[in-house]
């Protein structure tokens, strides 16, 4: 039996810890491992003991497949309220928009509280563990400021600590409708009308709110034809300065290049490139409609990728070219977007397997690539980076796969990375664990007793 915390000469004892987690089975990063001992100390894993083959006294024993906690890199948390409607008939992302603005028109600091806790609640019923919270609802209807300018940003950091999650808010610049367009009515609650002003209000956000654990204040560009192409500097030299994740929405749509085209001359990527933003802090979403010198500008630069497949398909986007982003080396996460549905397992199969359709060709990622990018490199994405592995210094962030649901019932424990991949969903997570502690178990929420019921009631506040 090795134990990978053993003690040297001259090193104080490791205190004891203050949970024990006896895993039936671990995905370990490369492999799955049975019997595994995990200790907890702090909120971060102290201890990786193999071969244990019975519970430790007093320790929590988590059965089936666990993997290290889920990062959802891209939410709009009110786009939840528009599932099951926005669905009907026909139409294109444009007319998908206007229901969506109809939402945010609705929201207020306390309603968006309300959905918000409850989608967050939906998320770690999912296993989702950390989400990147993609935030541009940030004033009253019309414009005006809240009397405090952040009541909008600071609703959803409490639903996330309520719900129990991790949330890195990616406080956005929306400053235009369009290239050398003014907001238009619905637009006037993001815009803070110049990236200057934005970034003061973001400073007052990032001062009030400092750096833990739970939280981390990030930026965004909406995209290039919400930000003026003069002011991408700002945004992206704000989040370099403070060392904290920049996203941007990138070439979701063929009529965002087009339009880009016509105004600069140049591609959405390239425009991105030519102020500054691109680099290892940067994530660009979704990235769908890229030209082959887009891909190496992302590659090059480091920029990173989260590809949103369940939204990209619900919109009827199109398939973003992930292999060759990443062959270009651009690390890949995943988001649930505009949750029509919640489930980074079918965000990772569907990566695959929309791609397996585009090229008539299987195995295009392992499933242990998949989940790479559905849990380490989504973490790093959110700025987290000492997240998603179950190893010694990570944050003690657990998801635990049933094995004996009727999707995954006669699985191979030593082949659980495809299983989790290829044959589980949402509705298989047994366990979640943030921080050492139980935030889900058998399926449960252990602070919101009744999830669906928090959802009905605030989505039922916003239906107009």
């Not at 129990?164 to 409708?177: E, F, N, P, S, V």
């Not at 987290?384 to 010694?392: H, L, M």
């Amino acid at each position: 039996m090795s134990h990978e915390h053993a003690g040297g000469s001259g090193r104080l004892p490791s205190p004891p810890p203050e949970f024990t987690y006896w895993l039936e089975h671990a995905w370990l990063g490369t492999h799955v491992e049975p019997e595994v001992c995990v200790e907890v100390t702090g909120g971060r894993i102290t201890g990786v003991r193999r071969q244990v083959p019975v519970p430790p006294r007093g320790s929590h024993v988590l059965r089936g497949l666990t993997l290290p906690g889920l990062a959802n890199a891209h939410s709009h948390a009110f786009h939840r309220a528009l599932r099951g409607t926005v669905q009907v008939g026909t139409g294109t992302f444009w007319t998908w928009r206007e229901t969506m603005y109809s939402v945010a028109d609705r929201l207020t600091p306390e309603s968006y509280f309300r959905l918000a806790r409850a989608v967050y609640a939906e998320m770690a019923l999912a296993g989702v563990t950390a989400v990147g919270e993609f935030h541009y609802l940030h004033h009253a209807p019309g414009g005006s400021p809240y009397q405090d300018p952040n009541a909008m940003g600071e609703a959803l950091i409490a639903a996330a600590r309520e719900a129990g999650i991790r949330i890195t808010l990616l406080d956005t610049a929306y400053l235009a409708a369009g290239f050398g367009e003014a907001p238009d009515h619905h637009q006037s609650r993001f815009s803070d009308g110049t990236a200057e002003a934005w970034a003061e209000r973001a400073s007052l956000l990032a001062d009030t709110v400092k750096p833990s654990e739970h939280t981390l204040i990030g930026a965004a560009v909406h995209s290039v034809r919400a930000v003026p192409a003069g002011q991408l500097a700002t945004v992206a030299d704000w989040a370099r300065a403070r060392s904290v994740p920049l996203h941007v929405h990138l070439s979701e749509q063929r009529a965002e290049n087009e339009a880009c085209l016509a105004a600069h001359g140049v591609t959405p990527a390239r425009l991105l490139a030519d102020h500054g933003v691109l680099g290892p802090g940067t994530t660009a979403v979704h990235s769908t409609h890229l030209t082959e010198e887009d891909i190496a500008l992302l590659g090059g630069s480091g920029t990173g990728t989260c590809m949103c497949p369940t939204t990209e398909r619900d919109l009827a986007d199109g398939i973003g070219p992930a292999p060759r982003l990443q062959a270009a080396g651009s690390p890949l996460s995943l988001g649930s977007d505009s949750h029509a549905v919640i489930d980074l397992f079918e965000e990772a199969r569907a990566m695959e397997l929309d791609e397996r359709l585009r090229s008539r060709t299987r195995g295009h990622w392992t499933a242990a690539a998949l989940l790479r990018a559905a849990s380490p490199d989504g973490h790093a994405a959110l700025g987290r980076p000492d997240a998603g592995a179950i190893e010694r210094g990570a944050l003690a962030d657990l998801t635990t796969v049933a094995l004996d649901s009727v999707r995954t019932a006669g699985s191979i424990p030593r082949l659980g990375a495809e299983t989790a991949v290829f044959a589980a969903t949402a509705a298989d997570v047994r366990h979640v664990v943030v921080g050492g502690r139980h935030l889900v178990r058998d399926g449960a929420h252990c602070r919101i007793p009744d999830v669906p019921a928090a959802l009905a009631e605030a989505v039922e506040l916003l239906r107009g």
